[in-house]
């Protein structure tokens, strides 16, 4: 499925969100790269996984190389493909009980947290293709279930979420997203995510 205007907006604002207000995807070889996801059916949602996973990784280095481009995020792509296809392939029961271990208490403790990841886990395992008939109503289901875990982990930061929050939004002003936007609320709603997830080592990548 081709990548709609606003999903190429999404990328090249969360390029200059990571690196910090630099402009990015301005190059012919960023441009083919992205054609060739867009090709072989990789969804925005995974290319903006792989971007912030490089951008993690990177920030680690003592000396991170100083010339990025879109070419450079291929391997994280690739690895992402990989794991969503293999949480496809454990099937529902496994995939509902992988990943919680990892969670730090008090989360990891919560009873209506578990039960919240455990549902959200099955229907991501149990995602049909997108070509299938109840493809979007299961996709509903999905991001409705992530929501009910993200509350109740955002919920357990207390005190901790405001000042996350007025973070979040210094760096989004950074990266010129205007508040209210519907780009804005795009890149509102994946970065708190990762933040709160972040908190309690909670993995939301597909």
Avoid: C, I
Avoid at 37 to 50: L, Q, R
Avoid at 68 to 85: G, Q, T, Y
Avoid at 192 to 203: C, I
């Amino acid at each position: 499925m081709p990548y709609t205007r606003e999903e190429k907006d999404w990328l090249e604002r969360e390029w200059a969100f990571r690196a910090w207000g630099r402009a990015g995807l301005l190059s012919a070889e960023d441009y083919r790269q992205v054609l060739a996801w867009e090709a072989a059916g990789v969804p925005m949602d995974v290319v903006v996984s792989a971007l912030n996973a490089f951008f993690d990784r990177r920030e680690k280095r003592e000396k991170p190389r100083t010339f990025v481009a879109l070419k450079h995020l291929d391997r994280e792509v690739a690895k992402a493909m990989k794991l969503r296809d293999a949480l496809h392939r454990a099937g529902p029961a496994l995939a509902a009980v992988q990943g919680w271990e990892r969670v730090t208490p008090p989360l990891r403790d919560d009873p209506e947290a578990r039960t919240a990841f455990e549902a959200w886990q099955r229907l991501r395992a149990g995602a049909p293709s997108p070509e299938a008939p109840g493809y979007l109503e299961h996709h509903d289901q999905e991001r409705a279930a992530r929501a009910v875990l993200l509350a109740r982990a955002e919920a357990a930061l207390g005190l901790e979420a405001e000042a996350l929050k007025a973070g979040l939004r210094e760096r989004l002003s950074a990266a010129e997203m205007k508040e209210g936007t519907l780009l804005w609320t795009r890149a509102w709603n994946h970065h708190w995510a990762r933040l709160v997830a972040q908190a309690w080592n909670l993995s939301l990548e597909a």
